[in-house]
């Protein structure tokens, strides 16, 4: 737990030094996330260790957004002018983008399994 | 009630952040408990019965909720961590996908932009304002990045962070008619549609139609993720300036 800590910590200050260095205007967790990312695929000695700190802190992600995402209540009187849009924007917007990328996903994995074999294509 | 908080004692206390701590914790484990009651139902995601004590409990003690934001600045700390974190479950499911990687690459980069660019543009359609716009931009990606992103594109952390969750109980919510709709019965799409549009809350989602489905939804919400957040910074200036 500690070690994983201990690696995730880490990966996220050289994220925060790399983005000092070059002034990328990317959030320094993501920077980390993918250092840590490029870590792992090279084998690095030791860093299958973040396993259990990573599942930790994933597994209870609600627990660590719920504290901000409450505002959105108690300061309703900041957000209400824009009702309307913040509804029809996050109810329609999801709902319109979970079909279109359903049907794209329809579209170019039929042509995929197709041109494989369709060996991995699972129905019913 | 009332009377109790004025004792010296508690009236101190409530201004600790122990106490923001506990209630927190308390919340989140009251949630968990109704969450598993339910059955898993998305309707009692842990994300919206534990913001109901809180709701109740702040304005009753008279802890106003941005000195309850302090007092869980710990908890809020953690979400670097976390999102540093993802790298271990894409790692561990990239291998998973590999002969599908070309068409799954070429959906993210599709409908990772069709998520972000229909709330923007709906929301800038109905006249909100950039504050709105910049939260409502990153939606669809896992609350970590989510609100790193949020804060490129000058948005409201806690917007963000509700827009995020709502997100993801509509696309858990709206799955399974969406799919008896369109006659879907991959699992590979199930997964990836889900994690792609309603990252973790609709990864959950996906579990309970295969495992497969779930560790395609979690790729999806890996790469989503990580794609917005290496796209919105560099597109944010420009789509800033033309909704002037």
Redesign the interface.
């Known amino acids: 737990m500690i070690d994983g800590l201990l690696i995730l910590l880490l990966f996220q200050f050289l994220g925060e030094v790399l983005i000092h260095l070059t002034g990328l205007p990317l959030p320094a967790p993501v920077v980390g996330m993918i250092l840590l990312l490029f870590a792992l695929m090279l084998g690095a000695p030791g860093m299958d260790k973040v396993s259990e700190a990573a599942g930790a802190l994933i597994r209870h992600i609600t627990l660590l957004i719920f504290p901000l995402g409450v505002g959105i209540v108690l300061q309703w009187h900041r957000y209400q002018d824009n009702a309307l849009a913040l509804a029809v924007s996050v109810v329609f917007g999801t709902l319109i983008a979970l079909v279109l990328v359903t049907l794209l996903l329809k579209v170019l994995l039929r042509r995929s399994s197709h041109g494989s074999g369709g060996g991995d294509s699972h129905h019913g | 009630m009332a009377e109790l908080m004025h004792t010296p004692l508690l009236g101190e206390l409530l201004h600790t952040p122990l106490f923001?701590l506990l209630l927190?914790?308390a919340?989140?484990r009251f949630?968990q408990w109704a969450y598993a009651k339910s059955n898993s139902l998305a309707l009692f995601?842990?994300?919206i019965v534990?913001?109901i004590p809180?709701?109740i409990v702040?304005?009753l003690v008279g802890v106003p909720?941005e000195e309850?934001?302090e007092q869980?600045a710990l908890?809020?700390f953690?979400?670097?961590?976390?999102?540093?974190?993802?790298?271990?479950?894409?790692?561990r499911q990239?291998h998973t996908v590999r002969?599908?990687w070309?068409?799954l690459l070429?959906?993210v980069v599709?409908?990772a932009a069709?998520?972000s660019g229909?709330?923007?543009g709906?929301?800038w359609w109905?006249?909100?304002?950039e504050t709105?716009v910049g939260s409502?931009a990153p939606?669809?990606i896992?609350?970590?990045?989510a609100?790193?992103?949020a804060?490129?594109t000058n948005g409201?952390?806690?917007?963000a962070?509700?827009?995020?969750?709502?997100?993801g109980i509509?696309?858990a919510l709206?799955?399974g008619p969406?799919?008896r709709l369109?006659r879907?019965?991959?699992?590979?799409?199930r997964g990836?549609?889900?994690g792609?549009?309603?990252h973790?809350i609709g990864t959950a989602r996906a579990f309970e139609f295969s495992e497969?489905a779930g560790a395609f939804g979690g790729l999806a919400l890996g790469l989503t993720?990580?794609l917005t957040?290496?796209a919105l910074?560099?597109i944010w200036p420009w789509v800033s300036s033309l909704m002037g």
Request: proline residues 8%; without cysteine; aromatic residues 8%.
């Open positions: 923001g927190t914790l919340s989140y949630a995601h842990p994300f534990a913001a809180v709701i702040l304005p909720y309850y934001r869980t908890i809020s953690l979400l670097g961590p976390a999102t540093v974190a993802l790298a271990w479950p894409l790692y990239l002969s599908v070309r068409p070429i959906t599709i409908g069709l998520a229909l709330a923007v709906l929301a109905l006249g909100a304002p709105v409502l939606k669809s896992t609350t970590p990045i609100i790193e992103v804060r490129v409201d952390v806690s917007l962070a509700g827009a995020v969750a709502i997100t509509v696309g709206a799955a969406v799919f369109l879907v019965e991959d699992d590979r799409i990836f549609a889900l792609l549009v309603a973790a497969k993720g990580l957040a290496l910074p560099w």
